[in-house]
């Protein structure tokens, strides 16, 4: 899960020929600021109203309403709320992605973090991608175990659990079928011996989809979070940028509490744990750094 970050100009806050001209007053804005801050821990900052302004109006048109104030009451308090919220996160967040997009953290986890967790007598490595968007991050790391790991330690088992707070995109991780833009930076020997064409894609064969499941989460629930626990590894990239101070502490304390002792938490090259945690132990590998719980 990521926010854009897209520039959107003011002139593309006018709306097509057919809808409804609003906009967004600064007290609703921080009506709605709030609600979503609460909800998952989402920070708008001021020069962002244009764009949650712009992302909500689309919602607004398609449900025919007339106002920011009259979507918001629609959201809380209508008997529907709980099937709108999830076009809300879908509304709010945009998922970025593509295959094999972070390689020196796959590249550590298979030839040293593994290895390290092995050499303790484990045989089963459970690995968490937490803003897993449409799966690609968790297909990569399943494709390569069976590449580099599984022919070495024929008895190693890797179990991946991603999670999203967007519906729509874990339906797509679960179809396991992409696009072109998804597979652009993944190499032609991956193609053809990890994935089959279909009428609808590049789809992904059975072997390595079957250790992998994929559930909405939202990363600021707390009783959501106690639900992920005993993790080797945590991938989290590009979601704290979206965040306040608070709410960072918030989330990397339960991905510190999700991970076993010696596990290792990812996130983005742009984010940093500096004043955020001390609990971690920041370890460098070659051309990313990783944070291990002690």
């Known amino acids: 899960m990521a926010l854009s970050n897209d520039i959107i ?15 967004l007053s600064i007290q609703c804005f921080e009506t709605w600021r709030k609600y979503i801050y609460d909800l998952c821990g989402i920070y708008y900052q001021d020069n962002k109203k244009y764009l949650l302004e712009s992302r909500l109006l689309k919602r607004i048109n398609f449900l025919g309403l ?6 918001f009451d629609y959201v809380k308090f209508s008997v529907s709320n709980g099937a709108e919220k999830k076009y809300l996160y879908e509304a709010i967040t945009i998922n970025e992605t593509f295959f094999f997009r972070n390689q020196p953290q796959i590249d550590a986890m298979m030839t040293a973090i593994i290895p390290e967790i092995m050499a303790q007598g484990k045989r089963k490595i459970r690995v968490w991608s937490a803003a897993s968007s ?3 991050e968790a297909y990569s790391l399943s494709i390569s175990f069976f590449e580099v790991l599984k022919p070495k330690f024929p008895a190693l088992e890797m179990e991946i659990v991603g999670t999203d707070i967007s519906n729509a995109v874990v339906e797509t991780a679960k179809k396991a079928v992409y696009k072109e833009y998804s597979i652009r930076n993944t190499p032609s020997y991956y193609l053809k011996k990890y994935f089959k064409m ?13 250790n992998i499941q994929f559930k909405l989460l939202n990363l600021y629930d707390d009783i959501g979070m106690r639900g992920m626990s005993s993790f080797d590894i945590v991938i989290c990239a590009n979601v704290l ?12 304390n339960h991905l510190y509490n999700s991970l076993n002792r010696g596990g290792y938490l990812f996130i983005g090259y742009s984010e940093t744990l500096h004043n ?17 719980k002690e």
């Open 276 to 292: 955020i945690s001390k609990s971690f132990k920041i370890v460098n590998f070659p051309k990313t750094v990783g944070y291990k």
């Open 241 to 252: 940028i979206y965040f306040d101070q608070n709410s960072k502490i918030k989330v990397v």
């Open 9 to 23: 100009s003011q002139q593309n806050l006018n709306i097509n020929s057919g809808q409804k001209s609003i906009a």
């Open 198 to 210: 279909s009428p609808a894609g590049f789809e992904l064969v059975p072997h390595v989809k079957q």
């Open 66 to 71: 007339n106002s920011f104030e009259e979507y």
């Open 134 to 136: 449409s799966g690609e």
